[in-house]
C-alpha cells in the first residue's frame, strides 16, 4: 500500500499533532491531583472527537479518574490500543533542568513529565487516525481505545472495568499496549509481554517511644530490625532469596533464551546510560540480558525513619519503613509472593514488621511471537524506518497487560515513541521529536497490516482444526 | 553540719527556683537557633549574678555559643561543675502533649524540653549556692562552672578551650558532672564516667540519577547497597562486627563486675518502661546489665533515600543515607573506630560509601570509687534522702567528661535532678518538682562534704608517698 499522502498528511500537520502533546503534558495528572486529572479527561476526549473516536467515561468508583473508552472503525477484525493519561509523580524536582510541567523543545527533544510514558503514544495514536481518515476512505479494522487514569497509582478500577466486560475484551484479536522505545542503535523497540509487578510497604515499630541512644545496647532500634528483615530478602548480587520464590520462577526455556541472541543490547553502554559504575552482582553481557528479561528484582524504592534532618540527634528510632517492588516473571503470582513474603517473615522471627500491599499489583505476561499483534507490529516499523525492529521477550517494566489482554485470551505488544534515553519515572523524561513523527507514520501501516495478519492467524488456525483429533478406537 | 537553715530557706524560696527553672527551659537553646542560645547565655549569666558568681562569655569561634565560666569561694579545695545551656532538638513535635518550649506543670512535673538534660541541675546548682550564701558565712570551697553551649551538637570549641587551660582546669579537685537521676526505686544514681560517642553519616550514590524498577535487577539501589554494607556492622543482637572493633575493648574485670550486683536493675521494669517486647538480642538480667554498663553499641539513629512519600513510586533510588552513633568503652577512642570502620567497608568493596563523622565525638572516661568527688557524692545524696546512692561504674550516655576532666587528671562523678522516666531526648522530658527540691539540697551537702574528703584524698596520698620505696640493694 502506497503511503506517501499519509505522511504527507502528518509532515503537514505536524505542528498540529505537537501542540496536541505539550497541551496534554502541561497537565500534572499525578495521582491524587483531582483536578489535573479531570482536565486531561477532557483533553483525552477532545483529542478522541477531532479524530472521529466515539468516547465514553467509565468511572466504577467515582472518586477515582475514570476509564476513557473509544471507538472508531466499521468493519474487520478488532484491535485494541491501551494508553494511560496519568503520569509519574515528579519528584526529585530540583534534578530537572526545565519544570517537569512546563514541556519544552529543546534540541529535538521535547521534555516533560509523562511524554514518552506514555503521552507521545496516546497522542500519536489518535493523531493518525486522524491522518487517516483525512487521507484515506475508511478504516480497514475495528479500533477500541482504553484509556486509564491509574496505571503509574496501580488503582483497582481497571481490574473491575474488565471483570464486567470479558467477552467484550474477548472480541479483540490483538492488543497494542501503552508505550515502547527505540533502543541504543536506533532500531524500534517491541516487547511481547509485560513482568509482573508487586508493591509494598513494610513497617517496623520497635517501642512506644523514641529513646537517648545510651540504651542502644538494649533498646530495640526498629531500623535496625527493618534493615536485618530486609536483608534476609535478597542477596547482595541481587538474588531473591524470599522463601519458596526462585522455586516459582519459570526457568527460561531454550527457545525463550535464543529471543535473546540477536538483540544487540551492550552491559557497557547499558552502565554509561545509567551513569553506572558495575551492574548487580557485576554481571556483564548475556548473564546481564537473562536478568533484565526473565530474572525477577526486589527494590527499595524509599526508606526512612529516625532523624532525617541535618546535624546529628542521639535517637534509638521506635518506627521505620520501607517501600518495595517486585518485578516478577511467571509463574510468580503478586499475591502468591505477597503469602510468601509475611511466611518468610514469620519463620525468621520477624511477624510484628507489617506487610501491607498497595493496590493494583499486576501479573506477568507473555505473547507469541506468531501472533498477529506481533507479526503486524514487525512489519509495521520495518516498513516506516527501514530497519528490522528488536523484539523482546518480554519488557523490564509492568503494566496490568495479562489482566486487560491475556486473561482474555487477547494476544499483546508493544512499540511507542521512546528512546534508550527517555528517562522514564526519572528527572528530565523526554522524547525526540523525530521519534513522535515515525511513531505516527508507524500506527497507520499497524492500521494496514493488522487485518492482513488477523486473517492469516485465523486461517491457520482454522487450517489446524480442519484435522479432526484422531477418535480412540 | 546542720542544714536545717539551709533547707528552710530552699523551701521558703521554691517558686522563685521554678521560676528560674521555667524561664530558662522557655528558651528554645536548640543548635542553629541563634538568638535562642544568645537568650540562654543571658539567662545563665543572669543566674549566676543572682548567686554572686563572677561570670565571663569565652568563645574561641565568635559564630558559636560561648562558653561561660563562673567562679564563686575565696578559699578550700577546688571543685569543677560542668552543665550545659543548650538543649536537643524538640522532634518528633506530634508526640509531645504539651508543646516541648512552654514549660507546664501538670501532676508535680514541669514538662519541657532539656528540663532533665540538663536544664534543671544547671538552675539547681546556681540556686544551692544563692541559699548558701543567704544562710551561711562563706563557701568553704572554691567553685568553678563551666556552662557550654554545644553538648548536644557536639562543637568543638569545648576542646580548644581546655587545650588552652590544662593547667587552670588541673588545679580542681574533683568535677561534678551535667546531670544524673533516680532509678525506679527512686535512689539516686551516681555515674563514675561515661562512654564515649563517634557520631557519623553514611553516604551512598550507586547512579546518575534514579531509574525506573524495572532495571531493578540490573542497575545498583543505594538503599540496598547502603543496608547490605550495615549489615556488616553489627549483627541482629546488637554485637558491634565491625573488623579490630571487638579487639580493642577493655573486658571488665571482677572488680569492674563486683560495681553491679548492688545494683537493683531489673530488665523487665526497663523492658516496660521503653515499652519494648523484648530487650536486643533477648538478653536479660546480668547480661543485659553488662551490656548496659560496659558493652559498646551502634545505633542507627535516622535513614533516608528514595521515594519517602505516601503511596508507590516505582523507582530505583541513586543515593542513600544513614546518620549512626556508636557508644565506646575503653580502649575505643572516637578517631581510632572511625578509622575502623572505613577499613572494614573498604575491605569489602564497599570504599565507595562516604564515611562522614560529625563534630564534638567525645572520649570514653572513668572514676575511681575512691575518688574525693565519688564519695563526697555518695555522701551528699545520702545525707539529703536517707537512701544509699546507686553507684554505676559508667553512664550509658557520653559526654566530654574525658576531654574537660580525665585528661587533666581530675576525677567526675555526676547526680542530678531527674528520675526514671524523664524521657531525656525524646518526647514529654521532664522532672519531678520534688526531685528539684532535693537536687538543690543535695548540692549545699556538696559543698560541705567535698573539701573533708578533698582533704582526706590528699593525705592518703602524702602518707603513700611517706614511704620511700626500697632501693635496689
Redesign the interface.
Known sequence: MDFSAFDAYIEAHIEDALADLIALCRIPSV??RKEALGEAVAKVRELAASAGIAAQSVAPRADRPPIITGEVGDTGPLLMVYNHYDV??E??LD?WETPPFEPTLRGGHLYARGVADNKVNLVARIFAVRAWNAVYAALPLRLRFIWEGEEE??GEQLAAFVDARHEWIGEAEGCLWESGYRDDSGAPVISLGV?G?L?LELRCK????????????????A??RL??A??TM?A?D?TVTIDGFQERVVIPSTADLALLDPLPWSAEE?RER???????GG?TGTE?LK??FF???????????????E???????AT?R??L?L?LVPNLQPALVLDLIRTHLARRGYE?IEVIP?EGNTMPARTSPESAIAKAAVEALYAVGGVAPIVYPI????GPMYELCQAHGVPAANFGCGWSGS??????ENIRVSDFVEGIKAFGRLIEAFPRHAASTRNERATASDSPPALRQ
Not at 545509567?274 to 551492574?279: F, P, T
Not at 530474572?295 to 534532618?309: A, H, K, L, M, W
Not at 519488557?395 to 509492568?398: I, L, T, V
Not at 528517562?423 to 528530565?428: D, E, K, L
Open positions: 495521582e491524587g509519574q509523580p519528584d526529585p534534578a497509582s496501580g513482568k509487578l508493591c520497635t517501642a512506644s517511644s523514641d529513646a537517648h541512644s545510651g540504651q542502644g545496647g538494649l533498646i530495640p532500634n531500623i535496625w534493615i536485618n530486609l536483608n535478597r547482595p541481587g547499558y545509567y551513569g553506572v559504575d558495575m551492574l548487580v554481571r546481564a536478568v533484565l530474572g525477577t528484582s526486589c527494590t527499595i524504592n524509599g526508606i526512612s525513619g529516625g532523624f532525617e534532618g546535624g546529628t540527634k542521639t535517637v534509638i528510632p521505620a520501607a517501600k517492588d518485578r510484628d498497595f519488557s523490564p517494566g509492568s528517562h522514564v519515572h526519572a528527572p528530565n
